[in-house]
Every structure is written in C-alpha cells, then in structure tokens.
C-alpha cells in the first residue's frame, strides 16, 4: 500500500514539473515575441534611441564581421581585420530593415503584435530567439536575451527583408 502510494505521489510530482516548466517555455516565448515586437516597433518608427536599446552592437558587428569576411574568402578578397565598425555600423541602422507583409511585400502600416512575431519566432532556449523566413527554417534576426532584455545580436549580412505576416489562407471553391 505504501508503495503505491510513493508511486502514486512520485507520479504527482512529476506531472507538476512538467507543468511549471512547461508553463516556464510559454513565459519566456512570450517575452520574447514581446521583446521583439517592440525592436520592430522601433524599426518601424526610425526611433533610434529605442532601436539602440534593443541590440547589442558588439554582438551584431562581430556576426556581420564574420559573416563578410567569409564572404570575401568565398569570392577570393581577404581583407585582415574585416570590415570596420564604421562601415558595420552604416548597416546597423533601423533604415536597413525592411518589414513587409509576406503575400504582397507592401511596407507594414504597423509594426507586427507579440502575438504576429510569435508565429514566425524559433525559441532557442530561455535566453535564444530566432525570427525565421516564412515557410523556412533561415533564421534572419537574432536575440539574445540580456539583464531582461531582449537584444538583437545576429542578423544576414546582405538583403535583409522581414516578412512578418503569413499568406492568408486561401478560400475554397
């Protein structure tokens, strides 16, 4: 009798874990889409204090950095030291993104809901977000979460063009 009991409580236990970490997953994805939604918000709005906020430039130059340099390697340059921080910083910039709805590639009136990022976002872990391409698993922004922010910190060198809101779908005859 004992012994089913410990089984019994044993398997209790067990399923509160899994609740509360679970519940833990569904917490930090939601923080991260809200984290994200506001850098794309900042984007949006050109504001350039609040897009400063929300990356962290070191982190973001040192991944165009390597991302360029093996670009040059492919294409046979190889420049020591890679691209300058004045020249990664001209692509750090909130003009350099683009947000634009998926099925018509028209600029996005309004910056996506946490609830819209939530859709197209990959969480890594707690800490590691991802912003994926629609329909692909390329991860095109980066973010990293930091003393309770989340900040930008990787993101493709060339051609980055956000699409943020799914195809509608599609009527049936």
């Known amino acids: 009798m004992v012994r089913r009991m410990l089984g019994r409580g044993l398997a209790v236990a067990l399923s509160a874990l899994a609740m509360v970490v679970g519940g833990c997953g569904v917490d930090a994805r939601a923080d991260a889409a809200n984290g994200i939604a506001t850098f794309l918000d900042a984007v949006r709005r050109g504001d350039q204090p609040a897009f ?23 294409n046979g340059v190889d420049v020591n030291g890679g691209p300058s921080d004045f020249a990664l910083d001209r692509m750090i910039t909130p003009e350099a993104f683009r ?75």
């Open 99 to 173: 947000l634009v709805e998926a099925h018509t590639g028209q600029a996005l009136p309004m910056a996506p809901t946490a609830a819209q990022v939530a859709l197209s976002m990959a969480l890594r872990d707690p800490n590691h977000a991802c912003v994926q391409d629609l329909g692909k698993a390329r991860c095109l922004l980066s973010f990293a979460k930091q003393n309770g922010v989340w900040r930008l910190v990787g993101m493709p060198a060339t051609d980055l063009k956000v699409e943020m809101l799914p195809e509608p779908a599609k009527k049936r005859p």
């Open 52 to 74: 400063e906020a929300a990356l962290d430039r070191p982190a973001l130059r040192s991944d165009l950095r390597d991302q360029l340099t093996a670009l040059g390697r492919a």
